[in-house]
């Protein structure tokens, strides 16, 4: 199995950018599409972004489209997810989640089709 853990939230200015780690170790990384989730109090799990084994293939959830962008460096065992304009509404409880997978081309886009979740990082976006 896959172990992930994330950092890099914090709590920042609207407008500010923000820059998450997904941390992954345990097994070999190419073989995991990865999704970046989040959380805010009283909302279901939604995805943000997701991205391909081999990072060719990538997604953004509407709401983030044109301010985030996910990419992964294989050779470090990392996700990254850049955040950028950063508004209130970005504000959430943010999880990294893998799954392995036969196909280098293919993201996913639910979180059940993920077996493996980090234990999230605190994104704050407060005037």
């Known amino acids: 199995q896959v172990q992930l853990v994330e950092s890099g939230g914090g709590l920042v200015q609207p407008g500010d950018s923000l820059r998450l780690s997904c941390a992954a170790s345990?097994?070999?990384?190419?073989?995991?599409?990865v999704g970046w989730f989040r959380q805010a109090p009283g909302k279901e799990r939604e995805l943000v972004s997701a991205?391909?084994?081999?990072?060719?293939?990538?997604f953004d959830a509407t709401s983030v489209k044109g301010r985030f962008t996910i990419s992964r460096d294989n050779a470090k065992n990392t996700v990254i997810l850049q955040m950028n304009s950063m508004t209130p509404e970005d504000t959430a409880e943010y999880y990294c989640?893998?799954?392995?997978?036969?196909?280098?081309?293919?993201?996913?886009?639910?979180?059940?089709?993920?077996?493996?979740w980090g234990q999230g990082t605190q994104v704050t976006v407060s005037s």
């Open positions: 991205i391909s084994r081999s990072g060719d293939s990538t």
């Open positions: 345990g097994r070999t990384f190419t073989n995991y599409a």
């Open positions: 989640a893998a799954r392995l997978t036969p196909f280098s081309g293919r993201y996913y886009l639910n979180s059940a089709d993920y077996n493996y």
